[in-house]
């Protein structure tokens, strides 16, 4: 039946599939209670009636709609299709949709001298989402492509291939343009929007491994500070002794910090600073026997905790007879993959920073009697207090640095963050370096390396992850699979990949199963859209400079 209704390339499609195709939900199927050996038990736990139930309730929503007269939301477009259905009309490789619209009740055989055949669908055009995708030559009266945005003002009539139209809802209530019709799903149990967030692997990468060899570079300071448990022979800031000389220096430095910079009108720039590198600027021997505390206070200073999830996390690790500062100086990585961490306001954030700088820095070593900061690390803590002042190194407010990546087995959320981090440092930074080194490369060749790296890291280029649970590790590339779950596979010359993308489009009809790179979230065929007027790279200097 689903095959028939067309939203199913083979009869033995599973119901998961047909869930997420059909009625636009997710249901759950934990293969931990599918293959349970409690099945066998009565009464059944509660977790398998849910399960057995949703079963049930999925099936008779799925068949409910299969049988009715109504279009299935996500199908395709044929002949049958009635006169007045709304329409989503989507870009030749499948990767986007262009525009919204509604079939014609009456199809002409022939619409501007060009043949209306049964492959073909005249629509009425009601929005336009991207005015510059070309409108294939073969559809129109002239010789030529032409972009959506060269035809008149909507609604305007466009004849369409029916193999790039699909059934949008009836409701007016339109998927967002490049993803798939089955990617915002909702829960079936819950009846609720999945988080938002790029697709990501069921299991949990909860460390990364750098993808650079340690020989490449030193080791920072603070190397090891992750780890908050302390070392059995480390020292106690709170045992230790301070060096009367560099004390003058912290308590000048705290005056000074603390001074009210409330009359200074200082406009906080958008052009961030990344704390990673305020760290490497500081000169501290890796043999102080201090370093390893400054760099978590550091650390500490900096970030907070966001105080909804701290509370979350709190509750559940009582449930599982485990404080906080256990975990956290256990499996700290499993405590900031589920709670997000913020960078407070300059006022907020200098008084913490001096306050760390002030009680650290004149502490001495108890092997060399070495004080942890030296004459340069004092000359950096006073920049980083005006920089911090500058609100440089804050949270922009009223923008978003974490977004959900889902949740794991026990239902807490898991979060992405795209604040600036030293995985890029090691993973892009290092390789550029190598790159130019071996050309040493011009400014135009340097531009041209720049982009022919940034577009082969964006789609294959990753690290290393390791799955804790599993004891798993796998490459994830960083571009693709951030959007679509999936590794990239394909060429890296643009152009080839272009003529691959209409090579497929062609014999699309030919085809049981398309490629899963080709569609939504796939590669986008720069082919089919006009040239941008957009200048990237090396710009001219106007004459009058």
Known sequence: MAKERGVASTANVGLLDLCASVIKHFLAKDSDIRISSSWDLIPLPESHISYAA????ATW???????SSEPITGTG?????PGGTAVSLFSADGARIIAHGQILPDCPSKFNGVNVTKTRVLIVVNTVIVPGHLVSNDLLPGKEDLPLSSFSPTPFQLLCKAKHLQIRDMTGQTEEAGQSHTSHTASLSQHAAQPAGPATYSNEPEERNKNLNSADIAEPWYTGAENDTPLSNEQKPELSFRDSLADIKASHMLQLATQSSSSDNILHSRVLGDIWHLMHQFSISQAHSLRRPFARALRNAF??????????LE?????KKVTWDQMLCTYSSWILWRVRRFVPPPEELLPRITKVLYDFGPLMCSKSKQTLFNDKAWEVAKNVCENIRRGYYS???GIQLYYSSGKDKYGLLTYRCCRGTNAIEGGVHQNVIRWFGAFNAAPDLAMQLLRDYTLYHNLKAGHTYICLISKVSFNQQVGTPNRTGKPYVGSYDIWTQNQISSLINILSTQMETLP???GPGGWVNGDQYIRSNERFGILPIPASI
Request: proline share 8%.
């Open 395 to 397: 949270d922009p407010p």
């Open 303 to 312: 970030f907070k905790y966001d105080p909804e999830d701290h509370a979350n």
């Open 61 to 67: 929503l799925v068949f409910k709609a299969l049988t």
């Open 77 to 81: 477009v044929d002949t049958l299709t």
């Open 54 to 57: 949703l079963d049930v309730y």
């Open 516 to 518: 899963a790179e080709f």
């Open 315 to 319: 509750v559940f690790l009582q449930s």
